[in-house]
Nanobody, 122 residues
Framework: QLTESGGGLVQAGDSLRLSCAAS????????MGWFRQAPGKEREFVAT????????NYADSVKGRFTISRDNAKNTAYLQMNSLRPEDTAVYLCAAHGRTTIVNDPEKYNYWGQGTQVTVSS
């Protein structure tokens, strides 16, 4: 089970840190990802991190502003979001999979959280 938290309403330029707490499974064996979905739009890849934390990948739209990390001792993944923009407004979801490498395709993820709303005002 994955549970996101940390969303909220912020102004453009502000920062937020999202958390994704995992339970009921071997968290340290799963690659983790963050996705987002705005109203009327498809689910969009944001960032992913390998089970060890040694490999990461980001969508071009968030590179240099967002940082994904994880703490396997706490069974938690994070998404630090800086310099937020109105176009970052969406429901942010974390997901997990046990494939051999990190992937961007949401279809490859087996487990999903319910999401947390992030709203950035201009």
């Amino acid at each position: 089970q994955l549970t996101e938290s940390g969303g909220g309403l912020v102004q453009a330029g502000d920062s937020l840190r999202l958390s994704c707490a995992a339970s009921g499974g071997p968290f340290s064996r799963y690659h983790m990802g963050w996705f987002r979905q705005a109203p009327g739009k498809e689910r969009e890849f944001v960032a992913t991190i390998s089970w060890s934390g040694g490999a990461t990948n980001y969508a071009d739209s968030v590179k240099g502003r967002f940082t994904i990390s994880r703490d396997n001792a706490k069974n938690t993944a994070y998404l630090q979001m800086n310099s937020l923009r109105p176009e970052d407004t969406a429901v942010y979801l974390c997901a997990a999979h046990g494939r051999t490498t990190i992937v961007n395709d949401p279809e490859k993820y087996n487990y999903w959280g319910q999401g947390t709303q992030v709203t950035v005002s201009s």
